[in-house]
């Protein structure tokens, strides 16, 4: 009989989602993804998991209990690191042991530690302890994985074409943006489990691309150019996601087709605090580009989102047509 694994839609499906089902399909096993975010998910996350956790975290604990009853196997990897000399957010680290802890009646859970942090060969340790579950051939794991590899940097490629990942993730066509006062390109820095799961940041990419916004992501900058950028930082940044965004960050700021840039932050998430921070001042100190700060978390309005989005896109526009690049003060808003 084909086993069914399960893939909560939550954290790092977004970024590996294209990887896990082709090697999960490979090794024969049908994959299943729990349903796209609701409030009753969202409600049935809040409650299971500790109040102290990011909405992330409590988003993922939703999906768990969405799919828990329908699998063979809940794939939920302990990851640590995946890249050399960087960590993740320690949350994750913990995840498997969170789900453990909050649910009963799991499925077999298939929590194989990815620890990348010496060296990115360790990967091959950890696929073959996720192949075992399947087969004891380590030859078809490793096709498995070659094929699940070539997938997923196919999905990157065309990410970084400029394509949103949740658009290929679901098959959805490229928006074409056109707008009568013209488009503007908005740079949107934040975790992909926030950027692209829209019952939770509700709707904001959509929102833009109606209001006439090419949105660019973290996702869309070359690796070279984020480590180029943050080589100019005074002490080496050791979270993953710190170093992409504000490398990001310095190569938006520099880029004068950007417009403007947003921050979506995750209330209650301590990496994000302090990226989020360092960003605001490279801004403020490098270029006057509008900067805006968007904090969701399992309260947040969408009246209040979308009264934040319009007047900054207002004031985008008013500025670029009524000011001419001078600032209110007097001063030209881009020196030189
Ligand atoms: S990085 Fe922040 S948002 Fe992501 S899991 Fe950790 S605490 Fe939550």
New binding site residues.
Partial sequence: MVKKVGIPRG?FYYNYFPLWRTFFEELGAEVVVSAHTTKQILDVGVKSCVDEA?L??KVYHGHVSEIKDRVDYLFVPRFTSVSKNEYI?P??GGLPDMIRHNFKDLPTLIDTEVNLRKSKKDVMSAVYEIGSYFTKDYKKVEKAYEKALSEYKSFKERVRKGYLPIDILENHKKIKIKSAEGVLNIAVIG?VYNLYDSYINMNLLRKLAGSGVNTITIEMVDSDIIKEKVGCLPKRMFWN?GRKAVGSALHFIERKDIDGIIFLM?F?????SFVCDLIERKIRRSRDIPFTILTIDEHSGEAGLNTRIEAFIDMIRWRNKNESNVSTYGQYVYPG
């Fill in positions: 954290l990011c992330p975290l957010c949350k994750f975790h996601f995750s209650g998430c301590g990496v994000d």
